[in-house]
């Protein structure tokens, strides 16, 4: 990343947080949630844990991760 623009793009990831925390009053469906708490790992600095998040896109995927632990 250019370092010019990584001023405004580690305030957008902290932005992503309040938007996370905005969502919480609105009904979630599978992709919501997945949206809301991957962003706000991402904003804690969790890559990991959002890029987890994000992979688990299914109920038959949260279903075999649950199955494994």
């Known amino acids: 990343m ?5 001023a405004e793009y580690y305030a957008a990831i902290r932005d ?7 969502s919480m009053k609105q009904d979630w ?3 919501s949630a997945i949206s809301a708490l991957s ?7 969790q890559v990991k844990l ?3 998040i994000l992979n ?3 109920e038959e995927e949260i ?4 199955k494994n632990y």
Not at 16 to 22: M, R, T, V
Not at 39 to 45: C, T, V
């Open 63 to 66: 279903d075999e991760l649950l």
């Open 50 to 52: 959002a890029n987890l």
């Open 29 to 31: 469906d599978l992709g």
């Open 56 to 58: 688990l896109d299914n």
């Open 39 to 45: 962003a706000i790992a991402l904003a804690k600095n």
């Open 16 to 22: 992503l947080e309040e938007l996370a925390k905005i």
């Open 2 to 6: 250019p370092k010019a623009l990584s």
